[in-house]
Structure formats: C-alpha cells, structure tokens
C-alpha cells in the first residue's frame, strides 16, 4: 500500500488518510464508538461534552504524533486492554454520577493518550505516506475526528427523541451498563483470550 500511497499526489494522500481515520471509528471502531457514546452520557449540556471531546482529541493528538514519530511506543497487547478498561471505567463512573464530574476532562484527557497509542497502532499497520508524512499524520486524525462528531450528531438527533419521553435517566442508566460490561469484557478478552 505504502508505494502506491508515495506515488500520489498530496491531495490523494489528504483524501485517503481522512477516509481511513474516519472509517477507524465507524465502522471499524466499536470501542471508540462506544467510548464516544459513554462520554455523551452525562454530558447534559453540549459544553460539558465539548470539554471532554477537546480533552480527549488534544490527548490523542499528542500520543499519535509521538507514536508514529517512534519517540512513544507500547505493545498492543498492553494498550488494548488499556483502551477497554478506560470505555469500562467511564461507563461505571456514569453510574456513580448522575452529572459529569468535575474532574473528568482531566480524567478523559489522559484516557485520551492511551487511545492515541491505539490509533498509532492502526497507522503503524496502515503506514504513512513518506514524502506526505505530516499531511497524512494530520488527515488520519481529523478522520477520527469526523467520526467521533458523525456518531455526536448522530447521539444528539437520538437524545430529542428519548429526552421528550422523559427516559434521559433510564437510557444513561441502561447505556451505562451495557458499555461497562462492553468494555470489561474486552479487558479480559484483550489480556487473557
């Protein structure tokens, strides 16, 4: 793929790590997806999610750029299970806490270098275009940026709906649960399966 990805022109090389950051997240990228959707959750106001999803891409943002640099790296079989124990951690916390605690964007920023390690890992897989190093490095994240907002637009369309039944608390509930359990059995599946 690399060499035909070096034989492009730069806008092709834009296009093609755009797609592919996007389609990481949807549809490949349940445990993103699902990390998104926990996030939403207790977001009552799209401010309070605006800080989180600022957090968690600033944080990503670095650790892909220092992974695919070669100046981070952790193996995939410790950063998997990383990245589920953080979907399984949030969607516990939004059990506790009916409200998105204060301390939270804190908490998802450093989630967020954690998943950065695991989109690094997809491109180290993928590989960067050479000669289009940075404009390639950019476009797959603002890839997985369109993705997490697609799944936010999507969430919101969604939450007119349930909020006007009066279920926002049963489906952040609900929601919760099933993400947690979603996220601890990846953990055991990542480190023991």
Known sequence: MLEAVNEQTLWDVIALYLELGFIHILPRGLDHILFVIALFLTSARIRDLVWQISAFTLAHTITLGLATTGHVSLPGSIVEPLIALTI??????????????????????AFGLIH????????????????NFIASLISFNIGVELGQLAIIAALIILR???HRLGLDDAVRRAGS?????????????????
């Not at 950065?116 to 000669?131: D, N, P, T, Y």
């Not at 099933?178 to 601890?184: F, K, Q």
């Open 177 to 193: 649960v099933l993400i947690g359990l979603a996220g601890i059995w990846w953990a055991v599946e990542r480190v023991f399966l």
């Open 160 to 162: 007119l709906g349930y």
């Open 88 to 109: 399984a951690f949030v969607a516990i916390e939004n059990l506790v806490f009916k409200d998105m605690p204060r301390w939270r964007p804190a908490m998802i920023f």
């Open 116 to 131: 950065g390690l695991g989109f690094a890992g997809v491109l180290g897989e993928l590989g960067l275009a050479e000669q």
